[in-house]
Nanobody, 120 residues
Framework: QVQLVESGGGLVQPGGSLRLSCVAS?????IGWFRQAPGKEREGLSC????????YYTDSVKGRFTLITDNAKNTVYLQMNSLKPEDTAVYYC????????????????WGQGTQVTVSS
């Protein structure tokens, strides 16, 4: 099972930026990010598929968040710009993702998560 370690979360003001990092223990065919806020369902944010060389984004983050991969380091980043209070959640890196009926889903392993809080 792939081991994943996220970092980079924190407190940021609305309109600010953060970059999350995720180091994977081995190469994965697909990797991405989801988040979960208290009392809400898991929300798939982004998924990079190596086979198709394509990155998917959910509508709520499209144009604000960017998934970046560094294959040499088995690392994936989530660059988050123009953050909003509703982006507050625990963010997870996860493997074996894809887009099904317009929703980004994850079927593999995930890390311990990193907290992102957007507040003034």
């Amino acid at each position: 099972q792939v081991q994943l370690v996220e970092s980079g979360g924190g407190l940021v003001q609305p309109g600010g930026s953060l970059r999350l990092s995720c180091v994977a223990s081995e190469f994965t065919k697909a990797i991405g990010w989801f988040r979960q806020a208290p009392g809400k369902e898991r929300e798939g944010l982004s998924c990079f598929s190596r086979s198709g060389d394509i990155t998917y984004y959910t509508d709520s983050v499209k144009g604000r968040f960017t998934l970046i991969t560094d294959n040499a380091k088995n690392t994936v980043y989530l660059q988050m710009n123009s953050l909003k209070p509703e982006d507050t959640a625990v963010y997870y890196c996860a493997t074996d993702c894809g887009r099904l009926r317009g929703t980004i889903k994850f079927f593999g392993s995930w890390g311990q998560g990193t907290q992102v809080t957007v507040s003034s």
